[in-house]
């Protein structure tokens, strides 16, 4: 079976109970339930939280308060741990704040789709967008652009 | 040195960084202990708000230092809380200050890996200038929030 036909494996990560983002099979790297988070003095509120794992330090993104520009409830939940490439090429690790545990889907081409308006803002941070077999339209977002300055505070 | 280091510098293992841990309410700073000019009580604090923004004074050999007070957030405050029983005096470029904390401790790290503000955190107001981890006195690995005394002086410059 040809990759087009089957699809491409992706996780889809449920931000809350209306808005799943998608990001690449691989970058998603472990799932923390529950994390003990501490708070950053001063820092934004998408990205207030720092969680310790595996004797890194994970700055965790609450892309909920990013979007909507609001101060979130801080329900323990689930962090998605991701990898991504930094500035000198290095892999880093983020966190992504999640309602539930990421779910893998298969995306085709042909579900690809048009921004719709209310997602404007997730342009900034994703690569494309698909439209789901619910027919929500899932933003697929780069990860690097997520824990990278310029874009997340922008 | 802690004061000396470049961003992501790891520390040889057993090249030691002398710092001062300064709590209160749930936030510790790690600050050179270089940069420490010295450590009164409370009761060396002289009442003197103005429009500074500092809770008060210390006489240091004739000199007035303003007292600086930071809430749980690290906003400034002008009250007292109940959990400052010392008073940290820090040198800098520009001058002295002193800021009011729950305890000051002494501690030798080794081998540290100062990593920068990720940058989706760093909105150019966040008081740290690099984050670490260390050995807490129960062997527990905790997360280092390190700072200076001049990056200290600005972002309180840039607060009042």
């Not at chain 2, 936030?27 to 103005?50: A, H, K, M």
């Not at chain 2, 007070?69 to 400052?84: A, N, Q």
Request: glycine share 6%.
């Amino acid at each position: 079976m040809d990759t087009e036909s089957a699809g491409v494996a992706a996780w889809l990560l449920q931000l809350d109970r209306l808005v799943n983002v998608a990001i690449g099979q691989f970058e998603l790297t472990h799932i923390v339930d529950q994390p003990e988070y501490i708070s950053i003095p001063q820092a934004p509120e998408h990205c207030k939280d720092i969680i310790l794992w595996n004797d890194n330090i994970v700055p965790v993104m609450n892309l909920t308060s990013w979007m909507s520009g609001d101060k979130q409830s801080d329900a323990p939940g689930v962090v998605a741990i991701v990898v991504y490439t930094g500035a000198q090429n290095n892999y880093l690790y983020g966190g992504i704040k999640l309602n539930n545990p990421p779910v893998q889907v298969k995306v085709k081409n042909i579900q690809q789709c048009q921004w719709t308006k209310s997602l404007d803002k997730w342009k900034i941070l994703s690569i494309s967008c698909f439209k789901s077999q619910e027919g929500e339209v899932v933003p697929i977002i780069d990860i690097t652009k997520v824990f990278s300055q310029k874009s997340i505070n922008k | 040195m802690i004061g000396e280091m470049t961003s992501n510098r790891l520390l040889a293992p057993d090249e030691a960084c002398y710092i001062s841990k300064l709590s209160f309410s749930d936030i510790e700073l790690l600050i050179p202990q270089n940069e420490i000019l010295s450590i009164e009580s409370i009761y060396e604090l002289e009442d003197d708000t103005g429009k500074g923004g500092h809770i008060g004074v210390i006489n240091k050999q004739g000199v007035k230092l303003p007292v600086y007070c930071f809430s749980d957030s690290m906003d400034i405050v002008d009250y007292l809380p109940e959990d400052r029983f010392q008073c940290v005096a820090v040198r800098h470029n520009q001058g002295d200050f002193a800021l009011l904390c729950h305890e000051v401790v002494n501690i030798v790290l080794k081998g540290m890996d100062f990593k920068d503000i990720p940058g989706c955190m760093d909105n150019g107001l966040i008081p740290l200038t690099h984050l670490c981890l260390y050995q807490g006195d129960a062997g527990q690995t905790k997360l280092g929030l390190v700072t200076h005394a001049d990056f200290l002086y600005k972002y309180i410059s840039r607060k009042i």
